[in-house]
Each structure stands twice: as C-alpha cells, then as structure tokens.
C-alpha cells in the first residue's frame, strides 16, 4: 500500500487537533473583550444617566436624548455577560423567558439608539437652519415627550421580536424563530422598518 495514505490522515488529525485550542483561545479572547466592554459601557453609561438625572443644570434638550441614548446602550451592554456565556458554552444556559428578555432588549436598544440619534439630528437641524421658530419645540419638556414616544415607538416595532424570540431546539441558542415562511418574514419586516424609518424623517423635516 502506498504511504501517503497514513501520511495524509496523520496530517488532518494534526490539524483537527490543532484547531481546536485555536477554537478554544478565540472563545476566551471574545469572552475577554466582551467582558471589558461590557465594563468600560456599564460605567460610562451610568455615570452619564447619573449626571443628567442628578444636575437639573444639565436637563437641557440636548441632554434628555443623550440621556435616553444611554439608557438604550444600558440595555445592549447589560445582556453582553449572557451573550457572552452563551458563546462561551455553546449554548443557551437561562431559560426561554431570559431568551426573550434578552432579545426584547437587545432589539429595544437597537431601535431606540436609532430613533434618538434621529431627533437629536432633527434637533441640531432646527437649531442651526430655524434657530427663532424653533424655540416653541427645543424645550425640556418636549423633548421627554418626543422621547418617550421613541420608546413606545422602539416597543411596537420590536413586538414581533417579543413574540418569536425562543430557545432554538436543533441548536440550542437564543435566538428568533421567524413561522415560515421564514423568508417571508424576515423581507416584510425588513421593509416594514425601512419606510418607518424614512416615514419619520420626513415627517419632521418637511
């Protein structure tokens, strides 16, 4: 018999082998990074809530959305250490209901970040362009109205992550299960949330 046969064969079990504390070091290095930002977002967020919610000098228009931009980042970096765990053991270790939390607010952040740097866009627009007309909206008052309409706003869009956000049997991860046809689904909404999001542009820039 030929040699190259047990030659082959001893090299692709000396790459499998090799592979897998490669595998092995780029979970741990993931899990590192991950850990360290979730740290470093954690404190600056809530040191940047904190300064907003305890000086009533800083409660100006401007800081009432990037109040709310940093509660929604809040939401993203409170759920990394789940995220984290998950990609670490290679599967989903907290429940279905956890899953769902987790998703509603990965997606709440996602959205809500979205909508806040759109009316704080808005916001600098009217400023600069209608600095005197202006005036009547760039107020305290309606810009904790404007803000929670964009929560309200994030919570409807991301219903349907509510609704099918589950634990996926075949693999075992947090996940969205999209009813098939999940094509279907995922093109619909994709769509969906693209006119919404130029729907509100010009809206407040016509």
Avoid at 61 to 90: C, H, K, M, R, W
Avoid at 141 to 165: D, E, G, I, N, T
Avoid at 183 to 193: A, E, K, R
């Amino acid at each position: 018999p030929s040699p190259t046969h047990p030659t082959s064969t001893m090299d692709s079990s000396n790459v499998s082998s090799q592979s897998v504390p490669f595998q092995g070091s780029s979970t741990l290095m993931t899990a590192v990074i991950s850990l360290s930002v979730f740290v470093v977002g954690l404190i600056g967020n809530t040191l940047a809530i904190y300064v907003v919610l305890r000086y009533a000098k800083m409660k100006t228009v401007t800081n009432i959305y990037i109040l709310n931009l940093a509660v929604a980042d809040e939401l993203y970096i409170l759920g990394l250490p789940f995220l984290t765990t998950q990609n670490v053991l290679s599967y989903w270790p907290f429940g279905s209901f956890l899953c769902r939390v987790l998703m509603t607010a990965d997606s709440m952040s996602q959205f809500t970040s979205i909508f806040c740097l759109t009316v704080m866009s808005i916001d600098r627009y009217l400023a600069v362009v209608h600095p005197i007309r202006s005036t009547k909206w760039r107020r305290p008052r309606v810009a904790k109205v404007v803000s929670a309409a964009v929560w309200a706003l994030s919570f409807v869009v991301v219903l349907p992550v509510v609704v099918f956000s589950d634990v996926q049997d075949t693999f075992n991860s947090c996940n969205i299960s999209w009813p098939e046809p999940q094509d279907v689904w995922s093109t619909v909404l994709g769509i969906n949330y693209e006119w919404l999001r130029l729907g509100i542009n010009y809206e407040w820039l016509r």
